[in-house]
Structures are given as C-alpha cells and as structure tokens.
C-alpha cells in the first residue's frame, strides 16, 4: 500500500487561497490517478480535482477556474492550490491515489473552512 500524508489545510476568509500538499510513499508515477476530493458534514465525498500518470487533469464544475492540481515528480507531491475560496469550499479534503489493480490509498484528511 501507498501511504499519503497531507497538509496545508486551515482557517481562511472568503476570497483568500490556500494550497494543500500531498506526499506519496511511492514514486507518483507508478500511480494510475492521483485527486483530491472533499466530504462535508451530511454530504457524499466528492472529487475536486485529479491527475493522471500522464498529466492530464480533470476538474469539478464547481472548481473549474479556481483551483489548480500539479505535481512535483521528483519530491512525490501533488498539490492542490485554491484560489477565491467560498464559504461552500469548507470541507475536510483527501488525498487519494489510484493504484489500478493494486487499489486505492487515502490520507488522513486536511481541514480546510473558509469563513469571515
């Protein structure tokens, strides 16, 4: 199994950014798909954003031109920078990583609340 630590969560106004880390125990490369996704109370997890081995990237509508995925093969990270955060973008965010046959690893969650 892959092991994902996360960080960078946090407390911000709306309209602020935040960028949220995610360090793979194994190279990211051997990854089929790596995302991010987030879970609210009373609310199924959702994907928010994702990469793929070959560095394509998908996006959910509601983030589409907010956030941005990248990834630093050489450090193993992936990370998740939120720009014009909404209050709505208040949610505990995981980092995921698909490893096809091998399953699927999830972090620990990063808290991320976006409130005045």
């Known amino acids: 199994q892959v092991q994902l630590v996360e960080s960078g969560g946090g407390l911000v106004q709306p309209g602020g950014s935040l960028r949220l880390s995610c360090t793979s125990s194994a190279s990211i490369l051997t990854i089929v798909n790596m995302g991010w996704y987030r879970q609210s109370p009373g609310k199924e997890r959702e994907l928010v954003a994702s990469?793929?081995?070959?560095?394509?990237?998908n996006y959910a509508g509601s983030v589409k031109g907010r956030f941005t995925i990248s990834r630093d093969v050489a450090r193993n990270t992936v990370y998740l920078q939120m720009n014009n955060l909404k209050p709505e973008d208040t949610a505990v965010y995981y980092c995921?990583?698909?490893?096809?046959?091998?399953?699927?690893?999830w972090g620990q969650g990063t808290q991320v609340t976006v409130s005045s």
């Open positions: 995921n990583a698909d490893l096809g046959i091998g399953g699927q690893s």
């Open positions: 990469v793929r081995r070959l560095a394509t990237t």
